[in-house]
């Protein structure tokens, strides 16, 4: 997971593998000036939730015009069938989100924040 370093909690400035690595950026980057670190992962977005009442009704308005039956076609789709189709198009949003790297967010989850001072350096 990585480590962030920053001055204001609102923005992130940088990350690092490591907490030291965090700690020797942050040192070079504030010149010495007390920041914060803490380490996180961003925020991974999820495959949105299917309505499938929604569907079935794009399903009718687009085949109704070619059908003479008096029903509508999805009525005889049955839960089982329902709750595949769910599924079956929620792992196809996961793929194409993960093939294309559409998951990561830009916001970052990040635990705990800690505060460094580095010790004054000599000149």
């Not at 992130?12 to 980057?29: C, K, P, W, Y």
């Not at 569907?55 to 839960?79: G, K, L, M, Q």
């Not at 949003?93 to 916001?107: E, F, I, N, V």
Request: net charge negative; with cysteine.
């Amino acid at each position: 997971m990585p480590w962030w370093y920053t001055q204001n909690e609102e923005r992130l400035d940088g990350s690092r593998e490591t907490r030291e690595e965090a700690i020797a950026a942050g040192t070079h980057e504030y010149c010495g000036e007390p920041f914060l670190i803490a380490s996180g992962e961003r925020f991974k977005y999820q495959a949105l939730h299917f309505d499938i009442d929604r569907i079935a009704e794009d399903f009718d308005d687009a085949n109704c015009d070619y059908s003479c039956e008096d029903e509508y076609p999805s009525t005889v789709w049955s839960d089982e069938s329902c709750r595949e189709l769910e599924s079956a198009l929620t792992a196809t949003m996961d793929a194409w989100l993960d093939k294309h790297g559409y998951r990561d967010a830009s916001a970052i989850d990040v635990g705990p924040y800690e505060r460094i001072s580095p010790p004054e350096q000599e000149g």
